[in-house]
């Protein structure tokens, strides 16, 4: 694959900035890639393992002469470090993002942007619950969608090459609307997060009645509650305050069915059950045919405990 950017800046250094930056040089994609976080912890992490070619310590300094610069902090800070690169940004530049929430990353964004340089938002759809620069991973957007969220104007030129970018990565790509993205987001991702945090919260409270085997017999559907549950609660707090609307709306519909189906189970109508789970173990099958995740049961982990 030929190199898309001569210099990427990624300001930020966790998850998805290493994963980025490991995924260009597995294909070549950026003659040379910067990189900034807050803390000098983060960045000497960075500096001793390589994760880019050069570790600055302003965000301003990693941007300045960049051709993309990719916005890789939690969503609550992608405004103010913005502002804090907007001066030295290169003419003919793109910043982009890959925050999980789109339509208040581009109102904190946009008046940030100056004349000439483009902003073309996205969001990788991928990721796990680790976080920090010891954590990303070449193959991280392999097979994973990532949606580019074109702001009005945004330059076509500009959009092409960074969907181009992200294929070289290793995902698919599609364009799509700020507001719709936060929908479709906020149901297939925001709010299962959220009901992982709850579930998980509920059986700690029960654990004080059972002691400790919730822990000890955890194996089952639970175990995979807390692994979504063990997210980062700063990228996770970010998302729910800043895509308020759609995740409520979701939740509301959520707690509907839950009462339908609480009224199911206390009038013993299993005709109700049947038919409903029925239903959600075929929408399972289609993720699977769509190559979104493992048919394997229990998600490939075979025997272990
Ligand atoms: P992460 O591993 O926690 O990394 C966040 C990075 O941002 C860290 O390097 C942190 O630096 C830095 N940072 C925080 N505040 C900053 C500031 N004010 N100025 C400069 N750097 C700052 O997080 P991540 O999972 O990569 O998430 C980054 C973004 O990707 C978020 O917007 C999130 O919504 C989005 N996203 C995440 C996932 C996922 O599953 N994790 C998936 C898709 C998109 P320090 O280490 O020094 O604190």
């Known amino acids: 694959m030929s190199v898309l950017y001569g210099r990427v800046a990624l300001i930020g250094l966790g998850l998805i900035a290493g994963s980025m930056a490991l995924a260009m040089r597995r294909g070549g994609l950026a003659g040379e890639i910067t990189g900034y976080a807050r803390s000098s912890e983060t960045r000497d992490i960075a500096r001793e393992i390589g994760l880019v070619d050069r570790v600055y310590d302003s965000a301003a300094d990693a941007a300045e002469g960049a051709d993309l610069v990719v916005l890789c902090v939690p969503i609550g800070v992608m405004g103010g470090v913005a502002a804090e690169i907007s ?54 957007f392999d097979n994973r969608w990532c949606l580019i969220v074109p702001v009005e104007g945004s330059d076509r030129a500009a959009v092409e090459r960074l969907e181009a970018l992200w294929r070289g990565l290793g995902s698919n790509t599609e364009e799509m609307d700020a ?60 998302v729910f305050l800043s895509n308020k609307d759609a995740t409520l709306e979701v939740l509301g519909r959520f707690t509907e069915e839950l009462f339908a189906l609480q009224r199911a189970i206390r009038t013993g109508d299993g005709e109700h059950l049947h038919q409903y789970f029925t239903r959600t173990r075929a929408i399972r099958r289609e993720i699977v045919e769509a190559g979104q995740d493992t048919d394997a049961p229990d998600f490939g982990r075979g025997a272990r405990k």
Do not use: N, Q
């Open 87 to 140: 001066a030295v940004l290169k003419p003919g530049a793109t910043v982009s993002d890959v925050g999980s929430v789109k339509r208040a990353v581009i109102e904190a964004v946009a008046p940030h942007i100056p004349e000439g340089v483009h902003f073309v938002p996205a969001h990788p759809m991928a990721g796990t619950e680790h976080s920090g620069p010891r954590s990303g991973f070449a193959e991280l």
């Open 179 to 238: 507001d719709h993205h936060d929908l479709v987001c906020a149901v297939t991702s925001h709010a299962p997060h959220l009901i992982a945090y709850t579930m998980v919260g509920v059986a700690d409270d029960m654990r004080r009645v059972t002691d400790s085997e919730v822990i000890k017999f955890s194996a089952a559907g639970f175990r995979d509650f807390t692994r979504i549950a063990a997210s980062d609660p700063t990228m996770w707090r970010d």
